[in-house]
């Protein structure tokens, strides 16, 4: 169960994970709520500014920071179940608000910002017991998880503590799989070549079911693998995890 000392978080649910993966964001409030913490969900929530930021519209980006910042003004842990928006926040809204007066208050979120495998493995530092059949799972780390979260290993060890459950990484794991946001669309080719590559890796391994923890990734690789005909079931880490600790057990 959670310390005392941590009692309430909030959820910033991502627009990805809002629009065609609900189910990870239920995942990761129960996976919370589990451990005796209160999670508070704002629902004035939008995008962390990520999609105009990596196209050089610093202004745009800078107005979505703002709001949010504003809305997760509590101190207490912003939980994000995607590296890539954690990295938004916790990497880029400093310096994108330095010289305005939210300044003091992107830095203190960027400090209480944690991709939600992170927070479970290394704050919380929960440990759980596999109430699953065996089952072979490849896993994919984001770009951003794995490199400006620095988070690549939290996801791993969560999982390596199931029994049941084998864990590979496919060739080339640390190599991108072609979203990257408004890459996909701007290099729409050369992103489309990058998951062909990757869903080949992913296969190669045999697995019985692809996981991410970043659903811009876990779309693109299994709208790939759907095109191509291939039938390996893509999920979510945190839907994975929460069903695997018995949490549908009734």
């Not at 995942?27 to 196209?55: D, M």
């Not at 060890?157 to 990484?169: H, N, T």
Request: charged share 20%; glycine share 8%.
């Amino acid at each position: 169960m959670n310390s005392p000392a941590i009692q309430r978080v909030y959820l910033f649910g991502t627009c990805l994970i809002d629009v065609f993966h609900p189910a990870a964001g239920l995942a990761s409030v129960q996976l919370l709520e589990r451990e005796g913490i209160e999670v508070v969900f704002p629902e004035e929530q939008t995008c962390c500014g990520q999609p105009p930021y990596n196209s050089g519209y610093d202004e745009e980006a800078r107005a979505v920071a703002r709001q949010v910042v504003r809305r997760f003004s509590e101190s207490i842990p912003v939980i994000v179940p995607s590296g890539s928006c954690a990295g938004m926040l916790r990497q880029h809204y400093p310096s994108l608000l330095a010289d305005g007066p939210l300044a003091d208050a992107a830095r203190d979120l960027a400090a209480r910002t944690y991709e939600l495998h992170e927070f479970l493995h290394r704050v919380l530092q929960v440990r759980w017991q596999d109430h699953g059949d065996p089952v072979k799972i490849v896993m994919h780390t984001s770009c951003s998880a794995r490199r400006e979260m620095g988070v690549r290993e939290d996801g791993l060890a969560l999982l390596r503590q199931l029994e049941g459950v084998e864990v590979c990484e496919p060739e080339s794991a640390e190599t991108c799989c072609g979203f990257g946001g408004t890459f996909a669309v701007k290099m729409s080719e050369i992103s489309a070549a990058m998951a062909t590559d990757k869903c080949r890796a992913v296969q190669a391994t045999g697995a019985d079911q692809l996981l991410s923890s970043d659903c811009g990734c876990l779309l693109n690789i299994d709208g790939m693998l759907r095109k191509q005909g291939a039938h390996l079931p893509a999920e979510h880490l945190a839907e994975f995890l929460w069903k695997r600790t018995g949490g549908d057990t009734p």
